[in-house]
């Protein structure tokens, strides 16, 4: 019978076992949960795994390892070389991101196999891309849209965008989160960190600016009430470089490098007081899901994706300001309300049974009910093009109407 499997190269990623970002991790999860009815490939980048490292299979996946880097400028180089063995010996791509997909045209030109794609957010949106960089990934968006089989996005509002731009129904397929645990602390623990014998806040994070660590760092500044432990990879850009010079001073304040080893991070966030987000682009974000498993109070910034995926239900800021007023008020705050209802909320939607359904059924051909997203066409129209606003505006988000100031509004038509 295992000759009849769907054969499906996974493109797009730095490799499994995980030990990078949001991609990795849903793979990492995913494989288990379709091994038995697909047989994958996931392509690996060799400069991250070395030779010692390097498995021939993980999780019943084949691993094909491609010398190049994954990320950066090589990404386009190392997407478009796994597509084109994916083409040779696969039955569906399932691509994750859009660098590589300017190849797609002339895939398509010269196969018919099958071609799925996850746009992941809108990468060309991201202030750490230049002109240059946001011109070709949102032409990659593009060509993408109007080649691949099937569109994957990870949030409703992205859902909402892409059937607006592209008139495309696209599939709406978020992430799992239950992999995430709680860990005792024990006496060792507290010799490593010895911030967990009391409150802390806590945050992890890429350390890039559309992650807003300025503003949360900001708000924590006068704030020594309450440590804050945020997680990255702060040596990786001058902004992260910066800031962890600048707050070095501050001994309730504690930067750490990034931690791929999940018991030892789940033992950070999984005793924190309360969890602070302030991721503003893309969809949805894994980290803020992997905090609603955890049954942490959030306070998160007030972005619409934000909205959709606490389903309104967790503590909004939208600057330094605001977060430093809910700071101050934290303890007349319903925070163990609100880490139940998100929990609760978590537990039924973002769990890799759930998830792996979804990629299943996309993968096997299967067509989803599609929701009816009650959404308005001016809140997706944000996401075309940005000039600062102060204005608010009422969207309908299910399941209630709020009202969120969206700080930007639209400069160029959505159909464009």
């Not at 993408?144 to 129904?169: F, P, Q, S, W």
């Not at 608010?392 to 299910?398: A, L």
Request: glycine content about 6%.
């Amino acid at each position: 019978m295992e000759n009849n499997k769907i054969k499906v190269g996974v493109i797009g990623t730095v490799g499994v076992p995980a030990c990078y970002g949001g991609f990795e991790t849903l793979v990492h999860y995913l494989l288990p949960n379709i091994k038995s009815n697909f047989e994958a490939t996931v392509y690996c980048s060799a400069k991250t795994y070395p030779k010692d490292k390097q498995l021939k299979a993980w999780k019943g996946a084949k691993l094909h390892y491609i010398p190049l880097e994954a990320n950066g400028i090589q990404s386009i180089a190392y997407d478009i070389w796994s597509i084109i063995h994916a083409i040779i010996f696969m039955d569906v791509l399932l691509i994750l991101g859009v660098s590589g997909c300017l190849f797609l045209p002339i895939v398509k030109l010269f196969s018919k196999k099958k071609v799925i794609v996850n746009i992941d957010g809108l990468e060309w949106r991201r202030p750490k891309w230049n002109k240059f960089a946001r011109r070709f990934l949102l032409l990659s968006e593009k060509i993408a849209c109007k080649y691949a089989d099937e569109i994957i996005t990870d949030n409703r509002i992205l859902k909402e965008y892409v059937k607006i731009r592209y008139n495309i129904e696209g599939n709406l397929i978020e992430y799992g989160a239950d992999h995430v645990h709680h860990v005792e602390v024990v006496a060792s623990d507290l010799e490593q960190y010895s911030f967990l014998n009391k409150d802390y806040a806590f945050k992890v994070a890429r350390i890039e600016p559309e992650n807003n660590l300025h503003t949360i760092l900001e708000a924590f500044e006068e704030f020594a009430e309450l440590p804050i432990v945020i997680v990255g990879n702060w040596n990786n850009s001058e902004y992260g470089k910066k800031l962890r010079t600048y707050y070095s001073e501050y001994a309730h304040i504690h930067l750490l490098d990034p931690i791929y080893d999940t018991t030892a991070l789940n033992l950070l966030r999984s005793n924190a007081k309360v969890y602070i987000h302030g991721h503003s682009a893309g969809g949805t974000n894994p980290s803020l899901v992997e905090a609603m498993h955890l049954g942490l109070p959030i306070l998160s910034l007030d972005v619409i994706y934000n909205r959709v995926t606490t389903n309104n239900q967790c503590l909004y800021f939208e600057k330094a300001e605001d977060l430093k007023e809910l700071l101050n008020e934290l303890d007349d705050l319903p925070l163990q309300k609100v880490a139940y209802s998100m929990q609760n909320y978590a537990k039924g939607k973002y769990t890799w049974k759930v998830i792996s359904k979804k990629y299943s059924d996309v993968l096997s051909g299967v067509k989803p009910d599609y929701e009816n997203l009650p959404i308005k066409k001016k809140v997706c129209s944000h996401v075309a093009g940005f000039e600062k606003t102060g204005s608010n505006t009422t969207v309908d988000v299910y399941p209630k109407s709020v009202t969120v100031n969206m700080k930007y509004k639209p400069s160029q038509s959505i159909g464009a």
